[in-house]
């Protein structure tokens, strides 16, 4: 079937006008206005699922905003969406979508729902067009979209205290990697004249200057992905916003991930390879930097979990462990480019992108339930809820198995994979991983005791199940976990595996505009 | 100095060298090395968008989807302040 | 003629800022350090588009002789990142009201230690 | 805010329809002179925050309501992406000028050359110049008032 050759344009611009016409809908009444959002984002994901088809099955699809074909020098803005960009932007509209759902009964007592669902809709926009965009500077300007909106959203309980003051430290973090960002791209426009993240690429000979632009972006998209050193801000933002909004932080923190891929791997192609004057080849040293600084997150996202006593906390770092194996995999497949195991790396680290997406979210929407039914968000005062609760506790025993990679869940396809090429790289990379799961599921198992089993607390005693829909929410997940699970095979062969070549094949991306390509 | 005062430090200097090698090695002030976009934008921008104004031309026609996203961030901006705000409203 | 003093002042203003933004207690002073960060950025942005001896890039003004325009392009950048500072800046100053309002102080040391 | 003294109030009443209409006239002269719809709009933004000062933000918040600038603001945006989206479905591409050479409304191509573009040459640049002011106005100006009612509310309690 011909699919309509704006797609691309029309999967950022329907959310965008859903977000500017909420307002307006929710003056007439709330009801019209819950169904109006979820209506758009499920418009928006059956068009993301339309491009994924598309372009899984004719390659790269570029659009230009502006004109029918394309001026040279590169002038206009376009998007050049490949399978990598549509596998994130698969995961980004599933994730808003679920999120949306969930919140509507989650949200009901809240005031400021107009406000809410804008930005939940100005954020999709936002993730989705850094995920889509073939221009630099674009991407920085929807980078600041999202950072904006979310912070916005992180601060949504004005009540209490301790939500702003992650907002506050939110929103200067992201300042800062922004700007940083902002300056690297000033930088390489300086030299070559260029935006367009293709005709960048074409036109870096890697001078000094550029050496400073790629250490200036890796940080500030690391920084925004919440890797080790400068996580700070990642615990308290997903542990103090509300449970919808920690599920669409992480997608929103993926899309950076996403952002740090792009421009290693495509700005940053073709001068991959050059030994640098020291004898090491770029890719190795950045490869180990990456490793190294993943390493340092697991063993503090793990760690950090096992001390923390509010549930959210310690559902954040153990997404910080999390964050830390996608970085692993990732430094991995960068350190070792051309070989066979360094592509299983890079393919466990893409689909561990997907499957953490899916498990953290789970557990946060638990998180979510357990508050939305009992007030009560630190585990020493929790106990005995899987008497009354018993949909919740069987999703949070997938969430966990799935986190913690335990056969049946979809975590350890990709686990098993990045235990397999880290171990070629580096045997102790891999016990490292192992043992960071291990822990995982040891801090996991003590919070499913403290929380689900545990004496009858009199206080709980009539504690009543979650509403259906969001039971239907996370049932969602559950499911998308469990699938994944049974049949890696499947999803590996026709999503992850384009993703993983269309990211390697860097130059089909380039000689798609700078080679006379349409 | 206490321990993570050394350490601002030390993190201040290290991003001071980055932005100062940075400026010392940008092309000198007024000789652009590469300007082959621009001149396009300025030798047809009025006829293409028959704008007297080039950086207008440039704002609205040739990157006019990065306006587009300036006026959402606005429009977030504003969406963002009320909603902090919201609770003052009915005092 | 002004060799590259655009340059130095782009890196004091990017250095004022980091160093408020990293050693200042205030609340308020950490909010001034970012937007002087911004503005380092933007001057940087906006002096990659000037020619020596160029004009601005607006038709009317170009007089007949065969003299160059400044690039359009660093200046429209600018401007979405100029809006793009109101719009950080504005949200900085809602939360430290709020920020205000709860703990009663605006020192950050104070603030963190509150909160436990 | 408390409210000025007399003589700043007359003054502020005297200025304030000549800094709007100039800041109008930048707004609608976007694609002739240096300006556009975000100068503008700010300009005329901070006309309206003089008269917040001015007067005192108990008077202002009286007059204007935070709601119906919001509207305004929400009219400008789909104003700005409607335009977008006619570019789609005239010009057959997202964003594309399709009023530049069409003799319609701004549509007719100035001869080449310096100065020659008027006032009725820009295309759909005006009309976006329009609707960006639009939303810049009702957006800043929402800010400022906004804002205005931490200082009233935080006078007579602290919570």
């Known amino acids: 079937m011909n699919i309509p050759e704006y797609t691309p344009a029309l999967v950022v611009a329907i959310p965008l006008l859903g977000a500017f016409l909420t307002p307006l809908v929710g003056r007439v009444n709330d009801k019209l206005r819950n169904i109006f959002v979820i209506l758009i984002l499920a418009i928006n994901a059956m068009l993301v699922a339309l491009l994924s088809y598309d372009v899984l099955v004719n390659g790269i699809q570029t659009y230009i905003f502006g004109a029918k074909d394309l001026s040279y020098p590169i002038v206009r803005i376009l998007f050049e969406v490949d399978a990598m960009s549509v596998f994130m932007a698969i995961i980004g509209s599933i994730v808003l979508l679920v999120a949306v759902i969930y919140s509507w009964a989650f949200m009901k007592e809240n005031t400021g729902l107009d406000k809410y669902y804008t930005l939940i809709l100005l954020l999709t926009a936002g993730m989705l067009g850094m995920m889509l965009t073939g221009d630099m500077f674009n991407f920085f300007v929807f980078l600041e979209i999202t950072s904006i909106s979310s912070c916005a959203l992180i601060a949504f309980r004005t009540d209490s205290a301790e939500s702003i003051e992650a907002a506050f430290k939110y929103i200067v973090v992201s300042a800062i990697g922004a700007l940083f960002v902002l300056f690297a791209i000033a930088l390489l426009y300086g030299q070559y004249d260029a935006l367009n993240i293709a005709a960048l690429s074409n036109a870096i000979q890697y001078t000094f200057l550029d050496k400073i632009a790629l250490v200036l972006l890796i940080a500030a998209l690391g920084m925004k992905s919440g890797i080790a050193p400068m996580h700070m801000w990642l615990p308290d933002s997903y542990g103090k916003a509300p449970a919808t909004i920690s599920l669409v932080l992480v997608s929103a923190t993926l899309a950076s991930l996403y952002g740090a891929l792009r421009v290693i791997f495509t700005l940053y192609g073709n001068v991959l390879s050059t030994i640098s004057n020291s004898g090491i080849p770029l890719n190795v040293s950045i490869g180990w930097l990456i490793i190294a600084l993943a390493v340092v997150s697991i063993i503090i996202g793990v760690i950090m979990a096992l001390i923390q006593s509010d549930f959210k906390r310690l559902i954040a770092y153990g997404a910080v462990a999390e964050i830390g194996y996608m970085f692993l995999a990732i430094g991995t497949g960068i350190a070792a480019l051309g070989t066979q195991y360094g592509e299983t790396a890079l393919t466990g680290g893409i689909f561990h992108i997907m499957n953490d997406a899916m498990d953290v979210g789970l557990l946060f929407l638990v998180a979510g339930a357990i508050y939305y039914s009992t007030k009560e968000s630190s585990l020493n005062k929790m106990g005995g809820f899987a008497r009354n609760m018993k949909y919740t506790t069987i999703l949070f025993i997938i969430g966990f198995l799935a986190v913690s990679g335990i056969p049946p869940m979809n975590g350890f396809a990709s686990k098993l994979l990045i235990y397999e090429s880290t171990f070629m790289l580096n045997p102790i990379l891999a016990i490292i991983a192992i043992l960071g799961s291990i822990l995982l599921l040891a801090i996991f198992v003590k919070v499913f005791y403290s929380a689900f089993m545990g004496p009858e607390i009199p206080r709980f005693k009539n504690v009543k199940e979650v509403p259906k829909s969001m039971l239907f929410a996370m049932g969602i997940i559950a499911c998308i976990i469990i699938f994944f699970g049974l049949f890696p095979e499947l999803v590996i062969t026709n999503i992850v595996e384009p993703a993983k070549n269309a990211l390697m094949g860097y130059s089909g991306y380039v000689s798609q505009i700078v080679g006379g390509g349409i | ?91 | 003629m002004i060799f590259n003093i655009p340059y130095i002042a782009v890196v004091a203003l990017i250095l004022i800022g980091l160093y408020a933004i990293i050693f200042k207690r205030n609340l308020i002073k950490i909010v001034i350090g970012v937007t002087l960060i911004e503005s380092g950025v933007n001057l940087f942005l906006i002096t990659l588009g000037y020619r020596t001896g160029s004009v601005a890039p607006i038709y009317t003004s170009k007089p007949q002789g065969a003299n160059i325009m400044a690039l359009p392009v660093p200046q429209a950048l600018t401007l979405t990142s100029i809006v793009i500072g109101v719009a950080v800046l504005a949200l900085m100053l809602s939360l430290v009201i709020f920020i205000y309002r709860h703990y009663g102080t605006l020192d950050v040391k104070k603030v963190r230690r509150l909160k436990e | 805010m408390t409210e000025m003294s007399k003589i700043v109030k007359t003054i502020t009443a005297i200025t304030f329809p000549f800094v709007t209409i100039y800041g109008l006239y930048i707004i609608m002269h976007g694609h002739l002179t240096p300006g556009g719809g975000f100068q503008g709009g700010a300009v005329v933004a901070s006309a309206c925050a003089m008269i917040l000062v001015a007067y005192g933000s108990k008077w202002v918040l009286d007059r204007v309501k935070e709601k119906n600038l919001s509207v305004f603001e929400s009219l400008g945006a789909i104003g700005f992406i409607g335009i977008a989206f006619f570019g789609l479905i005239f010009g057959a591409v997202f964003f594309k000028n399709f009023l530049v050479g069409s003799n319609f409304l701004f549509g007719i191509i100035p001869a080449s050359g310096s100065g020659l573009a008027d006032i009725n040459t820009g295309g759909v640049l005006p009309l976006m110049n329009l609707a960006v002011g639009l939303k810049v106005i009702a957006g800043l100006f929402a800010i400022v008032l906004v804002m205005a009612y931490a200082t009233t509310s935080y006078k007579e309690g602290k919570k």
Do not use: W
């Open chain 2, 1 to 91: 100095m206490s321990k993570r005062n050394i350490v601002a430090v030390l993190f201040f200097c290290l991003v001071a060298v980055f932005f100062i090698f940075a400026a010392l090695l940008m092309h000198p002030f007024g000789e652009i090395e590469e300007s082959s976009m621009d001149d396009y934008i300025i030798n047809n921008a009025q006829q293409d968008t028959g704008a007297n104004n080039g950086v207008t031309s440039v704002v609205f026609d040739y990157r006019g989807f990065d306006t587009l996203g300036e006026a959402t961030i606005l429009f977030t901006a504003v969406a963002s302040v009320i909603m902090i705000f919201r609770r003052l409203k009915n005092d």
